[in-house]
């Protein structure tokens, strides 16, 4: 089980809980972006880089993440590439993503792509908030509790 972040776009505050939390329960979490990324001195905390360029990240991340491992991403294609996989899917404000869920937000996704193609203008997305950190190390935090249950049995 591993935690892979897609990390080109990720607040500071949001890589910093992932830290935390791989040093006090030893997980691996492994952040990939198109930039070099600087990562506590920690065995199980490592940073990929890849090429410069669309997608470079997400393809990485679709290609190493298996069955088990959670994936940090905003990334809605991805998020869905990785949960065809068995992983499961998070993004910075706390949503997990779902099977079920992950079809309407694609959905979504396309519908707003069409939007903004036609020339319809749409508001940004909000600014990251402390409920949305809370909401994440909440959900980071329960997602590392069913690991822990898992290796103990």
């Given amino acids: 089980m591993r935690i892979w972040v897609d990390a080109d776009a990720l607040p500071r505050v949001i890589r910093d809980i992932l830290f935390r939390a791989a040093q006090r329960t030893g997980v691996d979490v492994t952040l990939v972006a198109n930039q070099p990324l600087a990562t506590p001195a920690a065995p199980n905390i490592q940073s990929r880089q890849v090429a410069a360029g669309y997608d470079e990240a997400d393809n990485y991340i679709a290609g190493e993440a298996c069955e088990g491992d959670l994936v940090i991403t905003a990334d809605i294609p991805l998020a869905a590439e ?5 992983a499961l899917a998070l993004n ?6 779902t099977a ?3 079809r309407s937000r694609l959905n979504m996704r396309d519908f707003m792509d069409t939007m ?3 020339g319809v203008e749409l508001s940004t997305t909000a600014a990251f908030s402390q ?3 809370q909401r994440f190390a909440n959900s980071l935090d329960r997602w590392l509790a069913k690991q822990a249950t898992r290796g103990s049995h």
């Fill in 131 to 133: 409920q949305d950190r």
């Fill in 92 to 97: 910075p404000r706390g949503e997990l993503y």
């Fill in 116 to 118: 903004r193609a036609s």
């Fill in 82 to 86: 990785v949960i065809e996989k068995g």
């Fill in 100 to 102: 079920d869920s992950i």
